[in-house]
């Protein structure tokens, strides 16, 4: 909890004038005690109440006095709220171990698909972009609403030799950059601040490996990080061995790898480095999810959107204080009343 006006709280230095106040009346009140001689005349005069029904009305005041003057110094909380214009940027592994066949038909074509159901679904409610990684990164389509481009670039990827997990993270940052004039580019200079809040911007790398070229990722987590830019890892793929088989027209030409439908010998899939991956999510505040097939990496690409197109936001709560410390005052004055009442005796 933060507070706006943080000089209000030197009210509560009243709190304690004030129980002062009320000793030093008890004090006095002892002190001026007239001695009497019927005792029995007294208690017919004296309405018959325990200790804590003299004193409780009391401490309810003081600690609504407690509740207001913090409610004077506009108390916020930090709230979660879902964020307009959202910025997405798909980093997808286009290294050639995705032609892997241990997810059939093959991890590149489940993948295409379920990004390109992860566009569709999208579509309208944020501004998506496309970068694609092996050895080097480069972004494919910058931010658009444009679905059918999406779509179009998506279909279009081929694979590549190597994996540039830490370039793709900072090339997703200057491709958000570009749109988006709360985030810096990756070449300048930002000091992270902690109690900063999220973009409105998030970064979803899916990969089916480790990084083997470039920057790190934990390097570019912190550039990330430092611009509040969450970052959502995906590890696709599972730990079996299997052939690695692509179609021609998924793989760059002069690359290796197989083309034509038939493919080398059957081998180890690329390891995920799992650890890595986790880092990164959680350096930036985003999460790691591990997919070993079509349907999780489908339910994968759903959960994402009610995470990442939150942000935090401070909310006053003042009026929550004023409330409840008008309504202990309420309380505090009617049990008074009501134990003060005159009791008729029969």
């Known amino acids: 909890m933060s507070f706006a006006w943080p000089l209000a709280l030197l009210v509560l230095l009243v709190v304690p004038a004030v129980l002062l106040a009320w000793w030093l009346l008890a004090h006095r009140r002892r002190q001026a005690a007239v001695r009497v001689t019927s005792i029995a005349l007294v208690r017919s005069a004296v309405p018959a109440r325990g200790r804590w029904t003299r004193r409780l009305p009391a401490a ?159 390097t570019a987590a912190e550039q990330a990080a430092a611009r509040g830019v969450r970052v959502y890892t995906i590890g696709f793929g599972t730990d079996e061995a299997a052939a690695s088989v692509c179609d021609a027209s998924e793989v760059t030409s002069g690359s290796a790898g197989a083309a034509g439908g038939s493919g080398g010998g059957a081998g180890p899939s690329q390891t995920i480095d799992e650890a890595t991956l986790t880092a990164v999510a959680d350096a930036t505040g985003g999460e ?6 079509a349907d999780q990496l489908g339910s994968a690409l759903s959960d994402l959107p009610s995470t990442m197109s939150v942000v935090y936001e401070d909310q006053d709560v003042a009026a929550w204080f004023a409330a409840a410390g008008a309504l202990l005052v309420l309380v505090a004055v009617g049990l008074s009343l009501w134990w003060s009442r005159p009791r008729v005796r029969g």
């Open 60 to 218: 309810l005041l003081v600690l609504a006095l407690v509740v207001l003057s913090v409610g004077a110094a506009r108390p916020q909380v930090q709230v979660p709220v879902a964020a307009d214009g959202t910025t997405v940027i798909l980093a997808f592994d286009v290294s050639s171990s995705m032609c892997s066949t241990d997810i059939d038909p093959n991890r590149l074509t489940v993948a295409k698909e379920a990004a390109t159901e992860f566009v569709q679904q999208q579509a309208g409610t944020a501004r998506i972009g496309l970068v694609a990684f092996s050895g080097t990164a480069g972004l494919v389509v910058p931010p658009t609403d444009d679905t059918d481009a999406l779509v179009e670039a998506i279909d279009a990827l081929t694979t590549s030799r190597g994996t540039a997990i830490g370039q793709a993270i900072l090339a997703s940052i200057d491709a958000i950059a570009e749109v988006d004039s709360s985030v810096a580019a990756t070449g300048v200079e930002v000091e992270a601040d902690e109690d900063a809040d999220y973009a409105a911007a998030a970064i979803v790398v899916l990969t089916d490996g480790a990084n083997s070229q470039g920057v790190e990722p934990a």
């Open 288 to 293: 790691y999810y591990r997919a070993e097939n």
